[in-house]
Structure formats: C-alpha cells, structure tokens
C-alpha cells in the first residue's frame, strides 16, 4: 500500500487538530470500513478504502466533528457492501446512521437531462441538508475527492461529473460559505469542460509571476500596520482561481489585464476597528481604485461572509485587491458553515441559532415549493437562489434587502412583503421614478409605490421577476384571487400552442381528452389543470408530450390516418428536378437542415399544406421523424430527375489565415469555374483567421466537389465544407 494514504495519517491530522475526538470511535469506523471495502479497488488502482481515508481528512481540515468523520469512513459502505444501517445505528448511534444513509441516497441522484427529474433530485438533496447539514458537508468532500481522481474517469463520465459539479456542489458550497471547496470544485471542473481556456488562464498566472508579487506586497503592508500599532496583525495572500479569471475574461469578455483582483492580500485583526483603521493606512500607502470599495462588514452577503474590500494600484502599477477582516470573519469565509464546528467539540448553545438562521433559506425555499404544483420550476428557482453574486439595496426606513444579482424593482417589493409587491404599481430609486422592471443595483435606496388594496399583479411580472420568492407569491395571487381568468387564459394558451403543433382533436372528443390530460397531471378536472396553467403553476412545456403521445393514440385508432400510406405508388413527374412517387405536380421545397443537392439520395415529406419537402436520406431531422409513428406514413420516395439541368443553391463555410487580397482571390476562384455567387461575407476570427460564408449555385455534387477542390487550392486557405 506504498505511496497511498493509510488510516495513521489520519490519526496524525486528528492529533494535530488539537481538538478532542473520540479516537476509540473513528478507530471503530475504520475497522469496519477497512473489513467491508476489502479486496475493493477504485478506477485509478488505489485501494478502496484510501476514498474514505482521503473525505474524512478534508472534514478534519473543515474542523468537523467525530460523528461526521465516523459518517464519512463508512459513507460508502451501505450502497457498496453487506453492512445495513441497523448495524451502524447500533454501534454508533442514530445520528451517524442518519448521515451516512442521507449521504448514500445524495449519491444515487443522478442529474439527468430530463428537467422535472433532476428538479426532484435537487429537492432531495436540499432536503437532506435542512435536516442535517453535515450530511451536504460530507457530500462535497467526497465530490471534491473524486474530482480530484477524476482522470481515471472515462472523457464522457468526467464531463458528465465536472457539469453537474458545477451546476449543483460548487453553487450549493458557495451558499454553505465554503470558499475552498467552491473554488476547487470550480476548478478541477472547467479543467474537463474547456481544458484549452483552463491552460491558457494557467499559463497567463504563470507569465505573471503572481505569487511573488503577493508575498512581497504582504510583507510591506504588514510592516507599516506594525508602524501603525497593529503588530499581531495576520497577513495571508491569494491568487484568483482559474474558474473565477475565466468568467471574467470568457464570459465578460475582459482582457486578462482588465482584471482587478487577480491578485489578493489579506489582513486578519482582531477588532472590527482595527480593520477600518488598516483601510485608512492601505489608503494612504496605495492609490484606491474609485468605485471598488465594498463593505461586508456593515452588510454581510446571505453566505455570512463579512470582510472589506478595496482594489488599490501597487507601485509596480498592478492592481491587486486587499480584504481586511476579523478573526471570526475569516474562520466564517473560509469554512462557512462548517465553522460552527471548528474549534468546538460539537454544537453549543448560540451556534445552532446561527446555524439555523443560516440555512433558512434552504426550508424557504423547499416551503415555497409545496405551494407550486410545478415541479419542473425548482430548477429554474434554486439556480436562480444560488447566484454567486448578490446586490443590496435599502428600504427608505434603512432596511437592507439582499437579492440576486439581476433581481428586479419587482423582486424588491416581494421581498419586503408579498402585500406590498401586490400593491406595487411604481418605484423611485434614489428619489428618480424607474421602470418597475428596473435592475437592483447595489447601494440604492428603493422606495415601493403602493395603489389601492385590491390592486393584484400583472401576468407578464412572472417574465420579469427572477427570484422563486416572488415568482410564487405571484402565483399564489392569480391562485387565491382569480380562478375563472385563471381558466379562461390557461384554455386559450393550451389552444393557441396545439394550433402551433398542428394538433386539432375534434370537439366531440375534447372533454375526453382533456380529462385524460389532466389525469396524467394528478389533477382532478381538465378546469383544474387550465387553472394552474392560467397562473403559472403548470408549464406549457411539460403538456405537450402527453398531448403528442394521447394525440398520437387518438388518430392511430381513425382508420383514415393512414390514408397517405396505402395510396398506390405511381412515379409522377414534379417540379424543380425531382420526382415524387405518388403525387403529381406537387410543389417541392429542398429542406434547409439538410439542403440536399443533385447526386444526393433523397427523401420527401408531405407538409400540411406546402407541398413536399425534400431532406438528404440521411438527414437527422428525416431520420427522426420516420422513426416517429406520429410521422411515419407522411414519408415518400423521391428521385432526381435525369434531365433537369438547373442551379441548386448550396452554402459554404471556408476558413483561411487573414490577408490583403483574400476575398478577391476567393472570387477569382469562383468566377473561373463559371460558378454564380448569391451571397458572400467574410470576417476576422480568433488567432489571425478569417472566416468566410458563400452561397453559390451548383449542379450537382459532382459540380459541388470540383468547387470544393479549386477553393482549398487558394493560398492560405484552410479548409472549405458545405454547411
């Protein structure tokens, strides 16, 4: 077992902690853990057991207490071995059952792609976490460990893993304020997901020389605050992660200079005073950057993290970012929840009051939930609650409202009180009437223009709101105040969308049908589901499979849906150079997915009303719909006609190095070959390439081909294909 990590090393972190563990316990666990993974090995050739080994010693770096690390030695041992949870519950105790078995079940969720299904998961999980924290503390170090063995993984399972990693622990450990393990999440994750940005960001740091650059500057800040009577002042310094520069630099589309916080130091004081007095002294030394400064001690983030931030110019003329907070405040940025565990036995009395504080938004969440018959929208909802960026705003009377970034006038008047955003019919911010969809920006003072009582809400906010707090109170109003509209709207949407599919269920069977629908909801009357669609609770989206699938078995059982399919093949002659077997001078369209051209095998497709539309026989969108029984019979033979000789328009996408001259050459090309031009643009991409788009007439593939070859003989062209 040579060079893997063995229970002493363990032992030795748990002696080093200094805290006081229960060591005949964790040696229990191991034993047992050690006996069931026998003869187990993971993917990368290391022993089992070295997986526990590894989650348990990021819990005690997290300060976890001994049940969580009990929990997490054996957290793989119920899903993978014989050992059940009654045998854990009565060697250690109910509490460790109950974690690892909430472990176990966090494991078996599997985010899949369908939206309902992975909104139910995320419920799960979040329900596991009301009731016991620790259970999600485990979860992310073990997620953080196997990303860390993440090559070992098949290329498909390691972007599967690192997408879900990021959609769903990273934003989850954001929230639980666990700043470490968010951002190695992060990392490891776009590492998979874009490895080429990831190393270009890498290489950029290394380039830079950011490390020294921050040690030094820590070093003369320390001396002048000892100058200014903060000798015992703790000087810590950072380099942004890899995900966060990317965001800023891909998703922003910033230079890596553009940057400002690249670089961080951190002062660690004792007293909220000390810390305003070393802002005063890292102002006089550096030139403040304007508009940088934000004060998290006077309003922390909804994460609990509390510290000041100022970006400053170095003298070497490098902005670089300096955070100043108290002890406790960085214990809380760097272990978040975590913290109240961290030089503690266990939860004393205070800490579970703030620990239940902290996770209230956790049970606000799942309770507005219950309130919406629409599962498939806690998705939406909880990406939307786990926003990495909040903004703050304040009430005329001096309230600090938190919300997520991009929260609206509207989102505001919700948070105050749902009474309010019913009433709501304007805003002022900063004394300045704004639009009621006006975006919250941090710092501005917000004051909600009421109307009369029985004012309700718009329909169209629950386009504009976008957090599920106000979503839902929203809803709940159109539920509660007005059933008929509700009714009324939710029919003639569900209409307008099946006229859209070209699906019309004839009026005598439409009470039927419907009720049918409504039955596969769980609803009890086809009222009930218009209802709940008039008012937002029920999605479109989530009716129009069943409606295909009962539509689907409604004109199976009509004898004349099949008529099209038994009409006796006969080639007739059609128009713009193709025969269709069995219709005769019907209109051809040459479909746009596919833009089939002589040569190819094609197929043709009756439409509703357009004549017929022609796809490469090799066409996904064709192959799709013949696999469709709904489609099936609408499917036709189709030929090119030998003696039609005319243009077909095809379109090419050619990629060469930018040059003078470029263009002209590619016309040249082109007007030697005879070959007419209906459309060229052309423009200048990433690392010295143009990229050009032609539409030209062509023959036949055969023409098609001769075009292609004369094209990639022009100089610095790299490559040409048809699109």
Known sequence: MAGYVVYDDLKQMVLE????????????????????????????????????????????????????????????????????????????????????????KLTKIKFSSVEEQQAENLRKMLMAMSQDVRVMIIKLCDRLH????????????????????????APIAHRLGISNIKEELEDRSLRYLDPVGYQNIKDLLAENGGREFVTHIAEVIRERLAENGMPEAIMKSRVKSVYGIYRKMFMQNRDFEEIYDVYAVRIILDTVAECYNA??????????????????????????????????????GIPFEVQIRTREMDQMAEYGVAAHWKYKAGIQSGGSDRL????????????????????????????????????FAFTPKGDVINLPAGATAIDFAYAIHSAVGNRMIGAKVNSRIVPIDHKVVTGEIIEIITGPADKGPSRDWLKIVTTSEARNKIRNW????????????????????????????????????MAEIARRQRLNSADEMY????????????????????????????????????????????????????????????????????GDEIVGFITRGFGVSIHKKDCQNAQASMNDPENRGRWVRAYWEDTKQENYKATLELTAMDRNGLVGDVAMALADLR?????????????????????????????????????????DVVSVMRV
């Open 356 to 391: 239940e504080e902290r996770l209230a938004w956790v049970r606000q969440l799942l309770e507005s939930q219950r309130e919406n018959e629409d599962a498939g929208s806690l998705l939406q909802d909880i990406k939307g609650d786990l926003l990495p960026e909040e903004v």
């Open 279 to 316: 802002l005063g002294v890292i102002h006089d030394m550096y030139h403040p950057l304007p508009n940088r400064f934000k004060d998290y001690i006077s309003t922390p983030k909804p994460n609990g993290y509390q510290s000041l931030h100022t970006t400053v110019i170095g003298h070497e």
């Open 478 to 513: 159109f539920k509660k105040e007005r059933r008929e509209e509700n009714i009324q709207e939710g029919r003639a949407a569900l209409e307008r969308e099946m006229r859209r599919n070209l699906i019309t269920v004839p009026d005598d069977k439409w009470d039927e049908f």
């Open 531 to 598: 209802a709940a669609l008039g008012y937002g609770g029920l999605q479109i989206s989530r009716l129009m499979g069943k409606i295909k699938d009962e539509y689907g078995k409604l004109k199976a059982g009509d004898e004349k849906a099949n008529l099209l399919a038994d009409i006796p093949l006969k080639k007739y002659k059609g128009s713009d150079g193709v025969v269709v077997e069995g219709i005769d001078n019907c209109p051809v369209k040459f479909a746009k997915c596919c833009s089939p051209l002589p």
């Open 675 to 715: 070959v007419p031009v209906y459309a060229m643009s052309a423009r200048a991409v990433d690392n010295g390439r143009a990229s050009m788009s032609l539409t030209i007439g062509i023959a036949s593939t055969e023409h098609l081909n001769s075009v292609l070859a004369k094209l990639r003989r022009v100089k």
């Open 17 to 104: 902690s200094g805290r006081p563990y229960d060591m005949e316990m964790l040696d229990k666990a191991y034993q047992l853990a050690e006996r069931a993974h026998s003869g187990q090995f993971r993917r990368s050739g290391e022993p089992y057991i070295c997986h526990p080994l590894h989650v348990a010693m990021l819990l005690v770096d997290l300060g976890m207490d001994t049940e969580s690390l009990t929990a997490a030695l054996m957290h793989d041992v119920v899903e993978d071995t014989s050992v059940t949870l009654d045998e854990l519950e009565s060697q250690f105790g109910a509490d460790v059952a109950h974690m690892v078995d909430g472990v176990t």
């Open 146 to 169: 196997n990303m860390r063995t993440g090559d070992a993984w098949p290329e498909q399972k390691r972007r599967d893993k690192a997408l879900e990693t990021m959609e769903v622990y």
